[in-house]
């Protein structure tokens, strides 16, 4: 039995279509597993960096605070 820290699996004992299956099911885990790096571009940097735009609000008055 092979142990986790080989590099490689023989495939060449399989038949074709299991063949194909064990590398769709390498690929799912490929891209489940490895980090995926975003390049951000220069507009999403700036948005997050800028003042966010906010509503209109009206402050509380003494009353409606404290129950006048």
């Known amino acids: 039995m092979k142990t986790i820290t080989d590099n490689f699996i023989d495939l060449t004992l399989l038949p074709d279509s299991a063949k194909q299956q ?13 980090k995926k790096v975003r390049k951000k571009k220069k507009n999403e940097i700036l948005e997050q ?3 966010k735009k906010v509503r209109n609000f009206k402050p509380l008055t003494r009353e409606e605070i404290y129950g006048g």
Request: aromatic share 24%; hydrophobic share 50%; no cysteine.
């Open 22 to 34: 064990v590398m769709d099911f390498y690929n799912f885990l490929l891209n489940k597993y490895t």
């Open 49 to 51: 960096l800028l003042p």
